[in-house]
């Protein structure tokens, strides 16, 4: 018996590497000639390799999901002669399950291997092998680029029903990112905490599905995008008595109107000004991808945990049906009986913290996006107020930015016209 070598192929797309998704063999199996024994995957597909060899595995180089680069061993195997090729009674492969790499694999009848000529392509273009066999791609799989696929897969998640918003439906991070977001809103409930044992020995707390994907979410966005937060205490009596105003008259009676629609009303104008805050770092491209729309995102606290619905394009909403809508997904929130489509595409997010008496917080930005606002509670203090000292009600706000895509110019003049409309409302025309 003499040891043979497998190393990656070229596999003719212009790429140096490739991962090894899964092996169809083991160590001190019996491999015959053109037998499928691995899948890896490329920029455009995941290709079947055919083994060029037949005879034991003696060793399998690489694990499943490691990159491995072009030429590197794959398969060592002890050679057995006997075990096909012409002149042998030993099974051949059948002809239908046909090597899916051009120039690789061997015809079963000869036991050689072909020169190579032709290059391996897309699903979407089949190529010809030399033995004139069609090059079998998996066109099941959706189109995307391996660190997406490798994200997709790293979360269970099955990019065919990942609807793509890129180019000609090619699946991007941040669809898969979306996905992600909802699971991780919509996934069971954590523990419930029970009462401290009194005997005082450690207790020990199943993660739940929904806290591990919330973690992973926000670890991912924290080591990800470089965070930023600036803070900018207001003087909101002005507001208050614009949204006291507002419920007396009748086409609000239906809708609470209250200080967190009321900002994100201005946030949502704000934010065409500074559409660099309504965007998000495409590392895959290369890219700043600017939004077309504002879908703004609303933290929920709820039973289940932390929920963030969408008003889409809240931009085109005047007050009132943005309240309503508002109202409407913090009812759902809280029931927990939110929509997927309710729960994704969020471009800015608000949260307020000051419902739980909190007077300021550094927000992490959501996955996929490039800012988020919190607001603290609203509560009396001291406060100087045309040249006196008086008792009006403050705020204080803190913006979280992606900071490479926003710089500190951009972010203080957003934060600064939040600050200036909320203290003064009849300065929406001017800021926005």
Same mark, same amino acid.
């Given at each position: 018996?003499?040891?043979?070598?497998?190393?990656?192929?070229?596999?003719?797309?212009?790429?140096?590497?490739?991962?090894?998704?899964?092996?169809?063999?083991?160590?001190?199996?019996?491999?015959?000639?053109?037998?499928?024994?691995?899948?890896?995957?490329?920029?455009?597909?995941?290709?079947?390799?055919?083994?060029?060899?037949?005879?034991?595995?003696?060793?399998?180089?690489?694990?499943?999901?490691?990159?491995?680069?072009?030429?590197?061993?794959?398969?060592?195997?002890?050679?057995?002669?006997?075990?096909?090729?012409?002149?042998?009674?030993?099974?051949?492969?059948?002809?239908?399950?046909?090597?899916?790499?051009?120039?690789?694999?061997?015809?079963?009848?000869?036991?050689?291997?072909?020169?190579?000529?032709?290059? !391996?392509?897309?699903? &979407?273009? @089949? $190529? /010809? =092998? *030399?033995?004139? #066999?069609?090059?079998?791609?998996?066109?099941?799989?959706?189109?995307?680029?391996?660190?997406?696929?490798?994200?997709?897969?790293?979360?269970?998640?099955?990019?065919?029903?990942?609807?793509?918003?890129?180019?000609?439906?090619?699946?991007?991070?941040?669809?898969?990112?979306?996905?992600?977001?909802?699971? !991780?809103?919509?996934? &069971?409930? @954590? $523990? /419930? =905490? *029970?009462?401290? #044992?009194?005997?005082?020995?450690?207790?020990?707390?199943?993660?739940?599905?929904?806290?591990?994907?919330?973690?992973?979410?926000?670890?991912?966005?924290?080591?990800?995008?470089?965070?930023?937060?600036?803070?900018?205490?207001?003087?909101?009596?002005?507001?208050?008595?614009?949204?006291?105003?507002?419920? !007396?008259?009748?086409?609000?009676?239906?809708?609470?109107?209250?200080?967190?629609?009321?900002?994100?009303?201005?946030?949502?104008?704000?934010?065409?000004?500074?559409?660099?805050?309504?965007?998000?770092?495409?590392?895959?491209?290369?890219?700043?991808?600017?939004?077309?729309?504002?879908?703004?995102?609303?933290?929920?606290?709820?039973?289940?945990?932390?929920?963030?619905?969408?008003?889409?394009?809240?931009?085109?909403?005047?007050?009132?049906?943005?309240?309503?809508?508002?109202?409407?997904?913090?009812?759902?929130?809280?029931?927990?009986?939110?929509?997927?489509?309710?729960?994704?595409?969020?471009?800015?997010?608000?949260?307020?913290?000051?419902?739980?008496?909190?007077?300021?917080?550094?927000?992490?930005?959501?996955?996929?996006?490039?800012?988020?606002?919190?607001?603290?509670?609203?509560?009396?203090?001291?406060?100087?107020?045309?040249?006196?000292?008086?008792?009006?009600?403050?705020?204080?706000?803190?913006?979280?930015?992606?900071?490479?895509?926003?710089?500190?110019?951009?972010?203080?003049?957003?934060?600064?016209?939040?600050?200036?409309?909320?203290?003064?409302?009849?300065?929406?025309?001017?800021?926005?």
């Amino acid at each position: 018996m003499t040891a043979q070598t497998f190393n990656l192929p070229d596999l003719g797309e212009g790429l140096t590497e490739s991962e090894v998704l899964n092996w169809k063999i083991k160590v001190g199996e019996h491999v015959a000639l053109n037998q499928i024994i691995a899948e890896v995957e490329t920029a455009k597909a995941v290709v079947e390799l055919p083994s060029p060899f037949a005879g034991i595995v003696q060793k399998l180089h690489a694990d499943e999901g490691q990159v491995v680069p072009v030429g590197a061993a794959l398969v060592t195997f002890d050679d057995d002669a006997s075990s096909n090729g012409p002149g042998t009674d030993a099974p051949e492969v059948k002809q239908e399950r046909t090597p899916t790499l051009v120039g690789y694999g061997a015809p079963a009848a000869s036991g050689k291997r072909p020169t190579r000529r032709g290059r !391996a392509v897309a699903a &979407a273009s @089949p $190529a /010809v =092998q *030399e033995s004139g #066999a069609p090059v079998q791609v998996r066109s099941d799989v959706a189109r995307s680029t391996p660190p997406v696929r490798k994200l997709a897969r790293d979360h269970g998640i099955d990019l065919s029903s990942v609807a793509g918003t890129g180019p000609d439906g090619l699946v991007l991070r941040r669809d898969v990112e979306a996905l992600l977001e909802v699971q !991780a809103q919509r996934s &069971a409930a @954590p $523990a /419930v =905490q *029970e009462p401290m #044992a009194s005997n005082g020995q450690d207790r020990r707390i199943k993660i739940s599905a929904m806290r591990r994907a919330t973690a992973k979410a926000m670890v991912q966005s924290a080591f990800t995008a470089p965070h930023a937060t600036e803070f900018l205490t207001v003087d909101v009596t002005g507001s208050l008595e614009l949204i006291d105003k507002l419920r !007396a008259r009748k086409e609000f009676r239906e809708t609470k109107v209250n200080f967190t629609s009321l900002s994100a009303l201005l946030v949502s104008r704000l934010l065409l000004k500074y559409p660099a805050l309504n965007s998000r770092w495409d590392e895959a491209n290369d890219e700043i991808i600017q939004f077309g729309a504002v879908n703004l995102g609303m933290a929920v606290a709820s039973e289940r945990g932390l929920l963030v619905p969408v008003v889409k394009e809240a931009q085109n909403k005047s007050l009132e049906p943005l309240a309503a809508e508002l109202n409407q997904l913090v009812a759902h929130g809280r029931a927990g009986d939110l929509t997927p489509a309710q729960l994704s595409g969020g471009t800015f997010s608000i949260t307020n913290v000051g419902v739980f008496g909190v007077d300021a917080g550094t927000p992490i930005l959501p996955p996929g996006q490039t800012g988020i606002l919190a607001l603290g509670q609203v509560k009396p203090r001291p406060w100087e107020y045309r040249g006196e000292l008086a008792l009006r009600n403050t705020c204080t706000l803190a913006l979280s930015f992606d900071h490479r895509v926003v710089d500190g110019k951009e972010a203080s003049e957003f934060l600064a016209g939040i600050g200036a409309v909320l203290e003064d409302p009849g300065m929406m025309n001017f800021f926005v």
